[in-house]
């Protein structure tokens, strides 16, 4: 789940690349809707009446913090959380 390269337009032998992380995202049902937290990215959450909402808005909120630590020439932190479903019976 690290970071890797991308290619975003070539030209030629010319490419320019952007960097791509992956963050897991646990969605919660609330009773009000359902809200969003990301593990890696402490105090990165977010809420929405849907979960297609939700996930609208956990985006956003993982892009302005990642901006925000850019700006302050803070470490982007590593993607780490891992998550699996485990399945007993009823």
Do not use: C
Not at 46 to 75: C, D, P, R, V, W
């Amino acid at each position: 789940m690290s970071g890797h390269q991308s290619p975003l337009i070539g030209w030629g032998k010319s490419y320019l690349y952007f960097s791509m992380r992956k963050y897991l995202v646990v969605y919660e049902e609330t009773k009000s809707g359902f809200s969003a937290y990301v593990p890696d990215l402490p105090g990165v959450i977010a809420t929405g009446k849907s979960k297609s909402i939700t996930a609208k808005n956990i985006y956003g909120a993982i892009q302005f913090h990642i901006e925000g630590l850019k700006e302050e020439n803070m470490k982007i932190p590593k993607a780490e959380a891992e998550s699996e479903v485990l399945v007993f019976p009823s």
